[in-house]
């Protein structure tokens, strides 16, 4: 049987926060923001099944066991860092974690990323991919960027942009249901379904005074929405810049010319701590990506 290791930079949040009696300035130490440190912390905790501090509002200090696990803790880290290290003098590079929903990622984020590392070839970027509405937690991040509503309760959320979102389908699909004229049409279709393009607001624009469906196919990445649409499997709500090259190709249609919905409920926002600007790399790359999607078209 493998043996279970505890992870190495928990220990070192450990050893910081004990260090410095502080999760904050520990923190900072690590270059990381205090809500991943205190993440940090309770995997640690979890690990050894005991409480490492005992904690009182802001104020932190070790339990009992935290003062013992520590003098353990200390030891293998120095032994860990005296070793000999042929590159121990090389700089350590800064590096930004990003967050960023799949789609975004592919459609709207890669194409732009050559810009930001052109103009900083110093900061390596770092991408993890997540799923809106599920995933809430900064954790072990710099920035993310996530689609929803914009409130997040204790960041800072900034709206990248926002598009218009309306119906679209296949051709091969049109062919199996009555001709789509207006909207109320619909009735004859098969509504695809989403959490992040609800289709109610769309009706309201559109005049229809219906209720969110509840049957059909569910999909909850806006990439495999539009790919369930184009393989036929009904209609569904789409946007300009992550439809355009499938309309483009006649892959999809657009349907009811002008029936837009110009404020969809759910937007993309960048979302990062206070004070996670603190640090260069992370200031400089939130500059560059509000320049990237200023004049957004």
Known sequence: MATRLPPVHALSAFEAAARHNSFAIAAEELCITPSALSHRIRLLEDFVGERLFHRDGRSISLSEFGRRYLDVVRSALRTLTDFPMPSRDALVQPRVKIVLPPTFARHMFIPRLKQFTQLHPDIVVELFLSVPLYDLSLSESDVEIRFGAGRYANLIA?????????????PAYLKTIPP????????????????????????????????EPSTALRVDDLG???ESIRYGHGVGLARQHFAQEMLDKGELVELFDHVHLKTPPHAYYMVYESRARERREIDVFIEWLRGAFANFA
Not at 158 to 170: G, H
Not at 188 to 208: I, K, M, Y
């Open 158 to 170: 900034e709206k990248l942009f926002e598009e218009p979102t309306f119906a679209v389908a296949s």
């Open 180 to 211: 789509l004229n207006e909207p109320a049409d619909l009735q004859h279709a098969t509504l695809l379904r989403s959490a992040l393009e609800p289709w109610q607001p769309w009706f309201e624009v559109a005049g229809l005074d219906w209720p």
């Open 224 to 226: 495999l929405l539009l």
